[in-house]
C-alpha cells in the first residue's frame, strides 16, 4: 500500500507550488500529473506581480527571468481608429510593475525542478486521480489510474484537490457549491505578430467581435467572446468571419484577415463562475479552480489559485508535521482565501453584466470615438480612477508571501 502525508492531485501552478512550499517545512509530499509533461498549449501563461514577488521569495526570481517571456505594462484599446493607452501597471507598488506573459510549461518545469532538489518532494506523472478512499468518514488518500495501465491506491493524512473547475475528487466529495450564470463563452486562436505591430494588451470591440490581443513576442494571443452556447451555430459559418471583423476596427490587422482558415484552430474555453460552500471535508482540501472556478476576466485564475497554495501551506505545514490535520486546520485556510475570492467573483459579476453582457450583444462599438462608452471616457481622463482596475488585477486583495520556512536567498 503506498502512503505520503500530503498527497496533491493536478500538476498546475497552484499544485506544484503547494507541493514545493510544504517540502521546504519537510513535509513528506507527492503530487500527482496526469499528462506525461507539461508541453500543452495553456491559455493562463499571465504571471502576475503577487506571483513574481512569490518566485524572488523563494530563490527562483533570477531563474525565472531567464525564461522567454513578453511583459505586459499597459493595456491599448483601438478607439476612433487610433491606438490609446487604457490602463498601466507601471505605476504599481512593487519591484514588478508589469504582468509576465511566459509558456506555461516553462514555469511549471521551473518549479518542478526547484521541488526535485527537496528530499521529501514527489511529483509523478501519467498518474490520474479517479476517486477518493473514505475510511471512517473521512477522505484517507485516492484511487488513480495510470497512463501506462494499471490503477492503484495512495493513502494520505491530507489529500488536496488542485485539479481545476472540472475536479474529479471535488465531485467524489460531494461538496455543494453556488453557479453564476456567464452571459460568454471564449474562442482562443493565434495570429501572427509584426514588429510594426502596438505591443502589450489589445481589446477589440466592434459591433459584432469582442476580443482581447495578448502579446506574444512573434504572435498574439487572441480570445474573442461569443454569447453563451453560441459555438456550434456560430461554427457553420465562415471562420475567416473572426478577423474580417477584428480588422474593421484594427486596420493594421487587414493583412492577416485570412490566416484563420480552419475552425480547428480555434478552441473553446465553456466559462463557469462558481464557488464552493465548503473547500473541504475531514481529510480533503479544495484550492484554485476546484475550489472556485473564475471567469477569465482579467487572467486572475492561476495567481488566485497560487496564492491559494501559499496560504495553505503556510497554514498547514505544522499540523502535517505532526500527522494531526484537522477540520479546523481547513476552515482556516477557507477563511483566510474567501475574501480575496469572493471580491474578485464580485468584480467579475459586475464585469459581466456591465461591460460583457452588452457588448457581446453589439451594445458596444468603438470604431467611432463619439460613442466611446461613458465609463472609458473616465477611465482614460481620470488617471487615479485608470490606476484601480491594474491594481486590483495585479496585485488583488490580501495577497500571500512566501513563509520564512520555505524561502531561499
Known sequence: MERTTCLVTGGGPAGIVLGLLLARAGVEVTVLEKHGDFLRDFRGDT??????????????????????QRRL???????????????????????????????????????????????????RMNTEATDVIREDGRVAGIRYRAKAGGAGE?????????????????????????????????WWFRIPRHDTDPAGGVPVLTANRV???????????????????????????PVGEIMRSMAEIVPWLADRSDVLRDWDEVKLLDVKLDRLDRWYADGLLCLGDAAHAMSPVGGVGINLAVQDAVAAARILAPALLSRRVTVADLARVQRRRLLPTVITQGMQRIAHARAIAPAVSGAVNLSNSERTPLLLRIFR??????GIPPFLVARGVLPEHAPEFARRP
Open 154 to 186: 495512495i493513502r494520505a493524512d491530507l489529500t488536496v484537490a488542485c485539479d481545476g473547475r472540472t475536479s474529479v475528487l471535488r465531485s467524489a466529495a460531494g461538496l455543494g457549491s453556488r453557479r453564476w450564470a456567464t452571459p460568454f463563452d471564449v
Open 73 to 123: 505594462t499597459t493595456v491599448q484599446l483601438p478607439i476612433g481608429g487610433r491606438m490609446q493607452a487604457l490602463a498601466t501597471f507601471t505605476g504599481l507598488p512593487g519591484r514588478h510593475k508589469y504582468i509576465a506573459m511566459v509558456p506555461q510549461w516553462d514555469l511549471l518545469d521551473l518549479l518542478a525542478r526547484a521541488g526535485d532538489r527537496e528530499p521529501t518532494f514527489r511529483l
Open 381 to 386: 481622463r481620470l488617471p487615479v480612477v485608470r
Open 47 to 68: 504571471v502576475h506581480p503577487t506571483t513574481l514577488d512569490l518566485l524572488d521569495e523563494l530563490g527562483l526570481g533570477e531563474e525565472f527571468a531567464k525564461l522567454p
Open 211 to 237: 476580443a482581447i490581443m495578448l502579446d506574444r513576442g512573434d504572435y498574439w494571443q487572441c480570445a474573442t467572446l461569443i454569447a453563451k452556447g453560441s459555438d456550434a451555430a456560430l461554427r457553420q459559418g
